[in-house]
C-alpha cells in the first residue's frame, strides 16, 4: 500500500512546522502548501521554504491571496498596531475568514492531488481567542469538504487532521523536539524583521517563549534586539 | 433602519449578473466581488466591472487568487481541452474547490464590512454536475460560517442567499428580463474572446441559448463566427 497522500498547511511558524515534522515522522507523502495572504510577516515565507526542504517535503508550493485588501486585522493592514499587551477578547491580529481561505486553498490542492489528508496546525488551547481554531469550525469544514468536491461526492472525502488541537505550546514544542525539529528555523512573530527576527513582544512571540520555557528547553528563537 | 449590506460574488456571467440585479431590487446595499482565480475567461472581469456600475454596486473589488497552478480543470488549464459536447459525469470544466474558495473570500470581506449576507449565483438545476453548487454545499457553508467568524461566535451569523437554486436557466433570465437586466453586458462562455466574444459550442453557451429560446426572448449575446 503506498503511503497516505497529505497536503501541509505550513505558514513557517512554530505550529505548522511541527505538524509537518509529525507527518513525516507517520510516514506520510508530504506536500506543502503555504499562503502569501497579505500579511506582514513576508519572513513566514523563507522560514517555510527552509523548512519544506529540511523536513523532506515532496512538493512545496506558494499560493498568493490578498485578504489585505478587505483591511480589518493588524498582520494585514499596517494602519492596525500588532498589540504588545494580551487581551482577553478577539484581538486585532485576527485575520477576518483566514483559516477559512486557508483551508479552502488546501482543499482545491488535495482534490488535484488525490490527496488524503489536509493537516493543519491550529489549537485550541493557546489559540489566542480566534473563532476559527476551534474543534466545532474543523468538523464543520469537514463536513464541507465531503460535500464541496468531486472526491466527497464518489464516497471518499477527505480526512483533517489536527495534531496539536489539545497541545499546549510546551507540548506543542516537546513533540516537535522529540521529532528533532530544528525550532531556530522557523519564525513565529508577528512583527519579525525580513531577515526573520523576532520582536520577543508580540502575542506570538509571548506564546513561544513561555512553551519553551515550561517545556524546559532553550529556546533558539533568534531577537531583534 | 438602514439597509441590508450584502456581498455579492460577480462572475461577470448570465447568473451572476441576475443575483446583482435582484439583490439591487431588493434594496439591498450592494458589494460587489469578483475574483480572478486563473480561469480563461479573463472577458468575464471585464464583463463584471461593466455589470457591477451599471446596476448601482456601492464598490466593486477584485480578487485574485492562482487555482490554475494546482490544474485538474479545462477553466484554468490550457492544456485541457473546453468539452463541446454535453457530458453526463461531473464535466473537465470542474474547478476544484471552486465555489469554496469563492465563498471562503466573500467571507472575509463580508466580515470586515459587517455584512449581513452573501449573495451568489448557484443553480441546483442547470448544474453542469458541479458538486458544489447543490444545496447541501450551500447548507454546510452556512454552517461554516458561523463558526468560523467574529461575527457568528457573537450570535449573528452571515446568510447565504441563493436566490436561483431552483430556477431553470430560461427562469433566470426571465428574471433578469423583468429587472430589465441587460444581458448583452453579460459573458458566460467558457472559452470567450478577450472582446468577450461567446464560442456558441460550449457547456455554458449552449445551457446559455437553450435557456434564451425557452423562455421566448431574443439572445443578445455577441458570438464570435
Given at each position: 500500500?503506498?503511503?497516505?497522500?497529505a497536503?501541509?498547511l505550513?505558514?513557517?511558524g512554530l505550529?505548522?512546522?511541527?505538524v509537518l515534522?509529525a507527518a513525516?515522522?507517520?510516514?506520510r507523502?508530504?506536500?506543502?502548501?503555504s499562503?502569501?495572504?497579505?500579511?506582514?510577516h513576508?519572513?513566514?515565507?523563507?522560514?517555510?521554504?527552509?523548512?519544506?526542504?529540511?523536513?523532506?517535503?515532496?512538493?512545496?508550493?506558494?499560493?498568493?491571496?490578498d485578504l489585505?485588501?478587505?483591511?480589518g486585522?493588524?498582520?494585514t493592514?499596517?494602519?492596525?498596531?500588532?498589540p504588545?499587551?494580551p487581551?482577553?477578547?478577539?484581538?486585532v491580529?485576527y485575520v477576518?475568514?483566514?483559516?477559512?481561505?486557508l483551508?479552502?486553498?488546501a482543499?482545491a490542492?488535495?482534490?488535484?492531488?488525490?490527496?488524503?489528508?489536509?493537516?493543519?496546525?491550529v489549537?485550541?488551547v493557546d489559540?489566542?481567542?480566534y473563532?476559527?481554531c476551534?474543534?466545532a469550525?474543523?468538523?464543520?469544514?469537514?463536513q464541507?469538504a465531503?460535500?464541496?468536491?468531486?472526491?466527497?461526492v464518489?464516497g471518499q472525502?477527505?480526512?483533517l487532521?489536527?495534531?496539536?488541537?489539545?497541545?499546549s505550546?510546551?507540548?506543542?514544542?516537546?513533540?516537535?523536539?522529540?521529532?528533532?525539529l530544528?525550532?531556530?528555523?522557523?519564525?513565529?512573530?508577528?512583527?519579525?524583521?525580513?531577515?526573520?527576527?523576532a520582536?520577543?513582544?508580540?502575542?506570538?512571540?509571548?506564546l513561544?517563549?513561555?512553551?519553551?520555557?515550561?517545556?524546559?528547553l532553550a529556546?533558539p528563537?533568534?531577537?531583534a534586539?
Open positions: 500500500m503506498s503511503a497516505p497522500r497536503v501541509i505550513l505558514s513557517g505550529d505548522s512546522s511541527t515534522a513525516r515522522a507517520e510516514g507523502e508530504c506536500y506543502a502548501l499562503v502569501h495572504y497579505g500579511q506582514r513576508a519572513a513566514e515565507i523563507a522560514a517555510a521554504r527552509r523548512i519544506a526542504a529540511a523536513l523532506g517535503a515532496r512538493e512545496h508550493r506558494l499560493a498568493s491571496v489585505g485588501q478587505f483591511g486585522s493588524a498582520l493592514d499596517p494602519a492596525i498596531k500588532v504588545e499587551t487581551s482577553s477578547e478577539i484581538p491580529t477576518p475568514a483566514r483559516n477559512t481561505v483551508l479552502a486553498l482543499l490542492w488535495a482534490e488535484v492531488l488525490a490527496a488524503d489528508e489536509i493537516h493543519l496546525g489549537n485550541a489559540y489566542s481567542g473563532p476559527d476551534r474543534p469550525f474543523i468538523e464543520a469544514f469537514q464541507l465531503g460535500l464541496a468536491t468531486k472526491r466527497g464518489e472525502p477527505l480526512r487532521v489536527t495534531p496539536l488541537m489539545q497541545l505550546k510546551a507540548g506543542i514544542i516537546a513533540l516537535g523536539h522529540s521529532l528533532q530544528d525550532y531556530s528555523l522557523t519564525v513565529s512573530c508577528y512583527q519579525a524583521t525580513d531577515e526573520g527576527l520582536c520577543g513582544r508580540c502575542d506570538a512571540c509571548r513561544r517563549a513561555e512553551g519553551f520555557r515550561q517545556a524546559g529556546d528563537t533568534r531577537y534586539a
